[in-house]
């Protein structure tokens, strides 16, 4: 069976004991009350997915549509939609990167084969109010889409699969977001030859597909093929109703919007709760006209929470990437931790150091990779770089800030970056907090490791009665 999103939700059902909840309490998204019950969830520090059973749609009618929350926060979660069963950060991120370097060539069904064509609207049955699209956050422009777009460049014929926030304007538009990345390219290609840009927006489908979207693939790659690579299996397709073969669209996918990115329009988009935790400014973003909607009976839309927990956790993609790119210039890098670093704009990496300066050349290999990287804390491979608490213990007795600690003037950085004066350029700044190789430093403080190995504390205390 190919896989997808419903097959994926059975296995953490069954496998994931508190990674996974339903509901059949009735929530209006629109009017923030599913996100307010993630809210409350996370104020808990319990990051479950959650399926809204039974959800109101934008114009507050009951709908049999459904509302998926919280599907990538945590890490046995993303380690799940990769087939790990209690992965580390390490294993989640080689992992991908084995994965999305395994690309395989898609599978076509017939559309009477393709779940997603269980439902059909065209023409004037589209209405995206019928749908239970969430607002999220107080200050955002309107209920928000946060799907996976897929486009195919109109010369190449090349898959291309990224994460856009999509805001809906009325019954069939949408603003979307592109920052400069690959779909804005190709939607620049097609408009300069006078086109609009065809597309199919999925609201949900298996997480590795989602996954895809949010790496950083190279321009020259088909991204149906990478996305068979990270599920482990060729992408089952199908013809779209707006163009048949012309545009393949993912035949597991829960609900799909087809449309276009229109040529020599633009429209009003935002604000919208970004992932550094604050409202992000409305903009002058890009118009989508949808022309049609093919869903599976009950449909699900994956909401992603953003400005939360969940938000900085769909980027390990982009976590991934860079561990493998900072490792292959310093391979004594051992483990890095971006999303859980208490910030998406820290970065913490340990090494084992082997000569003075390197761990320097590691800040300066992530630096290079990425705008999202400001703050670099370097640590040994003693230190855990996703436990805060060991990591601040080896700035607080490793660091001689005179010595330790260099700031990058002048730096290109984060355009969502609140503390910006100017509008993208800022500072970078490195802790060093490794141990000096050259001399011998002080020892930590604790019982022999080999005595403390033989202890099994399930022998020594007799339960509780
Ligand atoms: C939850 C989530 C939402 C995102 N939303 C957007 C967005 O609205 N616009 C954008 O340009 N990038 C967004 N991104 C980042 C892109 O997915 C990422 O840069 C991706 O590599 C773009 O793919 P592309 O280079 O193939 O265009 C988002 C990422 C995540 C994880």
């Not at 561990?323 to 998406?344: E, F, L, T």
């Amino acid at each position: 069976m190919a896989k997808s999103l419903r097959h994926w939700l059975s296995q953490i059902e069954e496998k994931f004991p508190g990674e996974f909840a339903r509901t059949s309490q009735e929530v209006m998204p629109s009017k923030f009350e599913a996100s307010a019950i993630m809210e409350c969830l996370e104020r808990q520090a319990q990051y479950p997915a959650v399926l809204f059973e039974r959800a109101r749609d934008i114009e507050g009618n009951p709908t049999s549509f459904r509302l998926l929350m919280n599907t990538f926060a945590t890490v046995p979660k993303i380690g799940s939609a990769l087939d790990l069963a209690q992965p580390t950060r390490v294993e989640v991120m080689e992992r991908y990167m084995k994965m999305q370097s395994s690309p395989k060539d898609v599978t076509v069904v017939e559309k009477n084969e393709a779940p997603v064509k269980e439902v059909i609207w065209t023409g004037s049955e589209v209405n995206l109010e019928r749908l239970p699209i969430p607002r999220t956050n107080e200050m955002d422009g309107g209920p928000y889409l946060t799907p996976i777009v897929v486009a195919r460049h109109h010369k190449t014929g090349r898959y291309n699969v990224s994460w856009n926030r999509c805001m809906v304007i009325d019954r069939n538009h949408l603003g979307i977001w592109m920052s400069p990345r690959h779909l804005w390219t190709y939607f620049m290609a097609a408009e300069e030859d006078g086109k609009s840009l065809p597309i199919a927006i999925v609201l949900g489908h298996h997480p590795a597909f989602f996954l895809v979207g949010a790496g950083l693939t190279k321009l020259d790659q088909d991204e149906y093929r990478v996305a068979g690579g990270v599920m482990g299996e060729g992408l089952e397709v199908t013809p779209s109703e707006s163009l048949g073969s012309e545009l393949l669209v993912p035949a597991q996918a829960e609900i799909i919007l087809e449309g276009e990115i229109v040529r020599d329009r633009r429209t009003i988009e935002g604000p919208f709760g970004e992932f550094t935790g604050y409202n992000g400014p409305q903009r002058l973003s890009w118009l989508v006209e949808v022309k049609a909607v093919t869903a599976r009976h009950d449909g699900i839309i994956v909401g992603v929470f953003g400005g939360h927990q969940e938000n900085l956790y769909a980027h390990y993609p982009i976590q991934a990437d860079i561990y493998a790119n900072v490792r292959a210039v310093i391979p004594n890098v051992v483990d890095i931790s971006w999303v859980d670093s208490g910030g998406p704009l820290n970065m913490i990496i340990s090494l084992k150091k082997k000569t003075e300066g390197e761990q320097l050349r590691a800040a300066m290999a992530a630096f290079s990779q990425s705008n999202f990287i400001k703050h670099v804390i370097l640590v040994d491979d003693d230190i855990d770089p996703g436990n805060l608490k060991q990591v601040m213990w080896a700035v607080a007795t490793r660091v001689q800030s005179d010595r330790d600690v260099n700031v990058l003037k002048g730096m290109q950085g984060q355009v969502l970056d609140p503390s910006l004066e100017h509008e993208i350029r800022g500072a970078g700044l490195i802790i060093d907090a490794t141990k000096p190789t050259d001399r011998a430093y002080a020892i930590k403080a604790q019982p022999p490791e080999e005595i403390v190995r033989k202890v099994d504390l399930t022998q020594i205390f007799s339960p509780v009665r």
